[in-house]
């Protein structure tokens, strides 16, 4: 066993873990002989497998305080772990409930909300900050010093498969089935399709099989926008992302993940989310808010896409 066993618990959603990817790599920087675990939902197991920063991943369901039996075997797979420090990036409820039986003020240092913890994090968070600044004001605290941003070129994979334009932009359709608050129109993206047709670019909708009914309704208005539902795993979305001349989504986890790649990403957002707090980071990364999301104009959309596109020629 390494003299350091370190845990990181983000559970998730996707646009959470890519949120994270600067202090998964600050983590990972300040100790760099230990052995780092990270304890996310069965849905990224695969997901977090590939990221270089870890060299274990400990699934954990999001269950309620009162299922003993998940805690129990939760409790025994972190105590067979062994952890000397933990970073807690969810810090909520069921994080405090893995705090207290793991010995509390007696159990591994702990940066994160539970009470009594040996580092605790900021809050409340200060005005004007994003989500990522707050996690890293809590790695502050726990004397993780700053680093430059981590390289993703792991998060890449070949596209033999797939029959690519040379130049389209893709659209990310897609949201969470109970956040239908978080999706822009069909109508308006196939706007935006033929808007994109005019400039000769392509439009490559992306999405999981839930989103196929979506793309469906795009391509029922603009039928040359191509379906790549179903079709892609997350570093072949990488992939496609860092080739497209621009990414236009909603709040979802994909756009975060083109945002986070560099690709030129326009987030469309509802008014029932902050944007200052949770809208996806990147270097060519930009968002739009609609009051509510249906109501955002596709003229809106292509002002704010030009100067994106623009970066691409």
């Known amino acids: 066993m390494k003299s350091e066993q370190i845990l990181v618990i983000r559970l998730g959603a996707l646009g959470d873990l890519i949120l994270c990817f600067q202090a998964f790599h600050e983590i990972r920087k300040a100790h760099p002989d230990a052995e780092i675990a990270l304890l996310t939902t069965p849905a990224f197991g695969g997901f977090a497998k590939l990221m270089p920063w870890f060299d274990r991943v400990i699934i954990g369901n999001r269950a309620p305080g009162w299922r003993l039996d998940h805690w129990g075997k939760l409790t025994a797979q972190v105590h067979s772990f062994r952890p000397t420090r933990v970073y807690d990036l ?45 996690v890293e004001a809590q790695l502050r605290r726990a004397n993780v010093p700053p680093q430059s941003a981590p390289d993703l070129s792991w998060l890449d994979a070949p596209l033999d498969g797939f029959d690519l334009p040379e130049r389209y932009a893709v659209l990310i359709p897609g949201c969470a089935p109970d956040r239908e608050y978080k999706r822009w129109p069909a109508a308006s993206y196939a706007a935006l399709a033929a808007w994109l047709k005019d400039k000769g670019i392509a439009s490559v909708a992306v999405g999981t099989a839930a989103d196929a009914p979506m793309i469906a309704a795009i391509r029922a208005v603009a039928p040359d926008v191509i379906d790549f539902s179903s079709r892609t795993n997350l570093p072949q979305l990488a992939g496609i992302f860092r080739r497209a001349v621009a990414i236009v989504g909603n709040d979802t986890g994909p756009t975060h993940l083109a945002a986070a790649v560099g690709a030129p990403t326009l987030a469309l957002m509802s008014d029932r989310v902050n944007p200052v707090w949770s809208a996806p980071k990147g270097t060519n990364a930009a968002m739009l808010q609609g009051t509510p999301l249906s109501s955002l104009s596709p003229d809106k959309v292509f002002l704010a896409l030009t100067p994106l596109l623009d970066r691409r020629n």
């Open 90 to 134: 969810q810090g909520k409820l069921r994080q405090d409930i893995l705090y207290a039986m793991l010995g509390g003020p007696f159990g591994p240092e702990w940066s994160g909300a539970a009470p009594g913890c040996s580092h605790p994090r900021l809050w409340p968070p200060e005005p004007g900050m994003h989500y990522t600044d707050f």
